[in-house]
């Protein structure tokens, strides 16, 4: 019933493992690439779902990170959740080993956080720079001087974080939760 499938992904790995032996360097820098196109996913998402509301974030978050994903796709970039997918499968078929599938991972795995670090560490100073600038604009200025401080933490945790890229709404979700907390419900 799933053959066809099967011996597609099979197929997939031996042709992974034979990218990795011809050409490493292309195969590691399809990787970092789609680590960064995940990464642009990931601010593209945040950005997007803060000013969505609360009942509509999750549909939109996940319309706008399918895209991040199938930009992956029609790249033809390396993501290591699809080889952690293909290559065990090619593994037990016996057409590639156990140490070829541990180099594909590696390779994988690695240029997928050099991407995403990267993206981070070209993010961060547009990032701190637009927050900046909206923080010297507006009109309160006795709160913007007491929250100067809190967006550039807000932007080192976001880019110190892998998955959670740098975005403005991530600093957004931040200020929003520390307002809940300041408010005490009372009820059941």
């Known amino acids: 019933m799933y053959q066809e499938t099967i011996a597609t992904l099979v197929e997939a790995g031996e ?8 050409n490493m360097l292309g195969f590691f820098i399809g990787a970092v690439m789609a680590g960064a196109y995940i990464g642009f996913g990931n601010i593209i998402m945040y950005s997007a779902t803060a000013h969505v509301d609360a009942a509509w974030v999750r549909l939109v978050s996940g ?41 594909v991972w590696a390779t994988t795995w ?30 309160w200025q006795p709160l913007a001087r007491k929250s100067r401080h809190r967006g550039a933490n807000c932007f080192s945790k976001a880019s ?10 991530g600093c957004a979700i931040e200020r929003v939760t520390r ?3 300041s408010f005490s419900y009372s009820g059941r």
């Open 15 to 22: 042709h992974k493992v034979t990218g990795i032996r011809e």
């Open 63 to 103: 319309a706008v990170f399918s895209a991040a994903l199938t930009i992956v796709i029609f790249a033809g970039s390396e993501l290591f959740t699809g080889t952690a997918m293909y290559m065990p499968l090619a593994v037990l078929s016996r057409r590639a080993t156990f140490s070829q599938l541990l180099g």
């Open 110 to 139: 690695l240029g997928n956080l050099v991407g995403a670090v990267t993206l981070a560490a070209l993010s961060k100073p547009l990032a701190a720079a637009s927050y900046s600038v909206t923080v010297a604009s507006t009109s």
């Open 160 to 169: 110190s974080a892998i998955g959670w890229s740098v975005s403005p709404s």
């Open 179 to 181: 307002a809940q907390k």
